[in-house]
C-alpha cells in the first residue's frame, strides 16, 4: 500500500523509482536473501534507498518471531549496511506501537517506549540497526489507505463492511494519528529535498480513537453513522497490543515549515481516493 502511494508520488514528480520485492516488474527479489538484494544495489546504483516492507501483522509477528526479526529488524540493518557501502541516503518506515495507557496522548520522539509485543520489538530492532548508519532518516507513523489488490486494508474493510451493512465492532481505547498514504508520500517528497537524519513522527496532526475515526469516515463517505457496537482492542486476540499511538509531529512540521493534516483533512482524502477508485471501477 505504502510502497504503492511513494513510488506513484516521485514518478509523478519526474523522479526515476526502482521497485524491488517479490512481485516488482523491476527487481522480482527476495528481501531476505543478502546475495539478491545487494544485486539490487550493484545494478539499481540507487542514491536514495526507502524500506516500506514489513511483517505488520500483530498476530503473525507473535506466532513467527524469527521471521518478525528478519524482515523488521535484520532487513534494515543490511539495507542500512548496504546504502552505507555504496552511498546512498537511507529512510526506514517504521511504527508508532511502542506507547500505551495514556489514552490520547501526543508522543515525541524522544518519549519512554514500552514494546510489548514481537511487532513492536522487531520494529524497534530495525530501527536501531537502520540508524547505525548515521545517513539515516527513521519515520515513525501510522499509514491507512486504499491497496486495491490482494486482502482489505483498514480503510477498505471499514468500506466494504458499511456497503455491505455489517455491524462492526468499534474500539474507543485504541487512539492513532493516521495518515492517508497518498499524503504520507506527498510530505515524503519533502522531506526527500531537505535529507534530515534521525528520528522523525510522521503522522497527523490529530489524536482520535478508532471509533471516532470510523465514524467520521462514515459520516463524510455515506452520510449516515453505521450500526455498531463497542469493544475493546485489548478483546480482539490473544497478542499484546499497544493502544496509545499518538504522535507528536512538531519536529517534523519545524522542519518542513506546515502542519501535518488535522482529521478532516484526512477523511477528505480518503474520500477523494475513494472517488476516484470508485469512478474507475477499482473498489
Known sequence: MLGQ???????????NVIGA???SKDFS?????????EICFTEAKPGI??????????????SNPDMAYRLN???PGILADYCKKYHAYFVQVS??????????GRHKETDPMILVNEYARSKYAGECFSLLYPNTLVLRTNVIGFRGKGADTFIEWVIHAIENEDK???YDDFYTSSINSPDFARILTDILKKKPVGIYNLGASYVSSKKDFI???????FGFIPPHTTGSVHDISRSNRADSLGLDTKKIETLLGYRMPSLEETVQSIKSDYLKRKEHHEI
Not at 95 to 104: E, M, R, V
Open 95 to 104: 511504527t508508532d506501537h511502542y506507547y500505551s495507557g495514556d489514552h490520547n
Open 49 to 62: 534507498v526507502i524500506n516500506a516492507s514489513g511483517l505488520i501483522s500483530i498476530d503473525g509477528c507473535e
Open 168 to 170: 462492526l465492532e468499534l
Open 73 to 75: 529488524g535484520r532487513l
Open 5 to 15: 502511494a511513494v513510488r506513484k508520488r516521485l514518478e509523478d514528480n519526474g523522479e
Open 21 to 23: 520485492s517479490r512481485s
Open 29 to 37: 527479489v527476495d528481501l531476505l536473501d543478502d546475495k539478491n538484494v
Open 215 to 221: 465514524i467520521t469516515l462514515a459520516k463524510e463517505l
